[in-house]
């Protein structure tokens, strides 16, 4: 009896390809195969199971703020090399040509629900969003920004922590950004603050957490140190959903874990009701 003939598949740049890339994506959490205009639709979440896929910093302004209401500020911010860290001039020059981004962090004035805010929102693909000077000083100029003309400030986070090639100058922002919220809580402006996939580091322990109100997506990773880190420290295991928006929820520290799809409507229910009457 002949053997069955055994099925070569074709390799390298000559594969063929069944689907062609940018048509359909795989759910980081149930592997679900959904296509791109239904994902987009949903705003990218899952509708298997719930998974919210990382956004962009326009995806985020596109799917939060009222149609042709965005301006930017001071998109011109550009980062220096303060240290001569190596080759972090070309990894900035790298991270600008592939998000098309100057910075880590997008900012401006815009409306949600016909409310005027002022809008901060990072981008992990810069430098996995990490906050280094011009992060640091864009925040605060959104928030002198809140300050002058009264409208509450509204901040997604995104962001690994401090970034390493600045140093000090980088960890200063932790002070930094955290003085100016201060300035902003003594004139009674709201500050918004909403936690996303992933808020760590330096981040989480400064801005991040200091909203007047702390929302949250569902299953956002929130935390300082690394959960390795700190099971070596305290020579214990962890709770699985421990760093999760969920159990940062149930342990008082956030105010509401929003799924995406309500994220718009919810603040703006949230102005609504902290707006001067």
């Not at 639709?41 to 799917?63: M, Q, S, W």
């Not at 901040?155 to 922590?161: D, H, K, P, V, W």
């Not at 808020?199 to 702390?214: K, M, P, Q, W």
Request: include cysteine; hydrophobic fraction near 40%; aromatic fraction near 6%.
């Amino acid at each position: 009896m002949a053997k069955a003939k055994k099925e070569v598949f074709p390799q390298g740049p000559n594969k063929k390809k069944d689907i062609p890339e940018g048509i359909v994506q795989k759910c980081g959490n149930c592997a679900a195969i959904i296509l791109e205009k239904e994902l987009e639709k949903n705003l990218k979440v899952c509708k298997a199971c719930g998974y919210h896929f990382v956004l962009t910093a326009a995806e985020r302004i596109r799917y939060t703020v009222d149609d042709h209401s965005f301006s930017e500020f001071d998109h011109d911010l550009i980062s220096v090399d303060p240290l001569g860290f190596p080759q972090y001039k070309s990894k900035l020059e790298l991270d600008m040509k592939t998000t098309g981004l100057n910075e880590a962090i997008v900012t401006g004035e815009a409306k949600i629900d016909g409310h005027p805010v002022i809008l901060g929102v990072m981008d992990s693909r810069f430098r996995m969003g990490s906050m280094g000077a011009v992060v640091g000083e864009k925040i605060v100029r959104a928030c002198e920004q809140a300050m002058n003309k009264c409208y509450p400030f509204i901040l997604f986070s995104a962001s690994g922590g401090a970034r390493m090639q600045e140093g000090i100058v980088s960890l200063m922002q932790m002070a930094k950004t955290s003085a100016a919220l201060e300035m902003l809580d003594r004139q009674g402006i709201l500050f918004i603050s909403v936690l996303t996939y992933p808020t760590t580091g330096g981040v989480a322990a400064s801005f991040a957490a200091l909203g007047d109100i702390n929302l949250s997506e569902p299953g956002a990773l929130i935390g300082f140190a690394g959960r390795r880190v700190i099971e070596q420290t305290v020579r214990q295991r962890l709770p699985d959903d421990f760093q999760t928006a969920e159990f940062l929820l149930a342990k008082g520290q956030l105010d509401q874990v929003v799924n995406r799809i309500m994220m718009r409507e919810t603040l703006g229910k949230i102005l609504n009701l902290h707006k001067k009457r």
